[in-house]
DNA sequence: ACCTGAACACCGTTCAAGT
DNA sequence: ACCTGAACACCGTTCAAGT
């Protein structure tokens, strides 16, 4: 039996590297990772991270995904499918309202591991309700795909204001640009609307929009096959 | 009266600008574009591009504002509002399939020119359609986000695997991989439907899965309508 | 006013050399 | 095997100097 030596007694791990990477990710953000930023924080030198990385783009994967797994774990389990596909889609949006990082990088790649947790999640969720075969992937493709794209979204809007009132501040700047650039009787509507709306609001209406597609799309399967027989 | 006089019958400007840098971006993909490779392109000086653009963030919106604004405009008119929606989703999806980049860039930035045509042209297909105030607002949010989640997600694909071939070769590869590392059933059917769907009919099944909600959600609403009178 | 191109202040990644 | 840090090959952006 050998003991097991190492020179620090916070050896370098993936572990360690990711977890850095998403405390630099949360006080810098997005432009402020960069792998010399991980490597003062380790205290270590360069090439180090490339021993248990392959490269940039794995690290913001393996942090997305670190984040991602806590909230697929909190949303999991309980009867109400429906439920969980809400608390689910809630979770994930909290999750970028507080680190917009997270919603950049879950937009950018369809296979990261991030992503498929999240489609596993609804597909569980949607074979619970009775959806299965081409149905299933068509609708969690629909799902999972809204909820990147409000999350890609939301982020952007997030990254650029933090706080209420900067957020506040940004949208009356917005709407009062559509208001001018555009007469158009829809687009002064939309202007101010978009000047007191409540993102998350719109998010769930959102969700809910397409359960209610997926239900009516099934009812609407069923009378055909019905029809057809 | 002054004659103008000019160096060059080329003279730089915007637009001149914005059609290399659509050039670059086509053949050369979203790495390609530098500020060198444009003023390679267009054998001037680097501060040159500094004098009609603020930064290379404006010309990527430029870039795909150019696009998406000859795909809203081909998408435009009629009097079947829901064929319009299907028009442009279809449109959008097959000018990201061509070019990727486009699709990158519109999942990046939200109030960008060419992301607020398309939530134009949805909002005056919904409003045709009869949907208004926050009900429109709700809609065309979950139908633009659902678009631009599916743009990003696809744009990443086609840029990974830009032909036919490519792309089984990719899915495959993916499918394996899944059914490999989870032994689950659901996972297992999943894998074996990656492998043969098609992203086209996907995300067309996904825009009537959002205006079958969308609909449904307006026969409750006015179903509660009628409730509380 | 418009353009030039050198200079600046960064990047991610590699790799010989160390322990 | 794991780590170091200098070196490499790039970036976007700025700015004094030209016409």
Redesign the interface.
Known sequence: MTFMTSRRTDALSRERIVEATIQILDTAGESGLTLRAVTAHLATGRGAIYHHVTNKDELLAAAADGVIGQVVAAAAGGDDPRGSIRALALGIFEAIDARPWVG?QL?????QPAV?QI??AV??SL?ALGVG??A????G??L???????????A??ARRAPDGAARKEFLDG?AAE?ARQ?S?P??QE?AA??RE?DDRA??L??V??????????EA?AAVRRDASD
């Open positions: 950049v937009s950018r790649e369809p296979f498929l489609w596993k597909g569980v074979s075969g081409t299933l992937a068509d609708a493709s629909a999972v795909n809204y909820v990147l794209g409000a999350a890609g979204q939301h952007a809007g917005v559509w555009d158009d829809l687009v939309s609307l978009l709306h719109q998010f209406a959102g809910d929009i397409f359960l209610a597609g997926i239900f009516s799309s609407i």
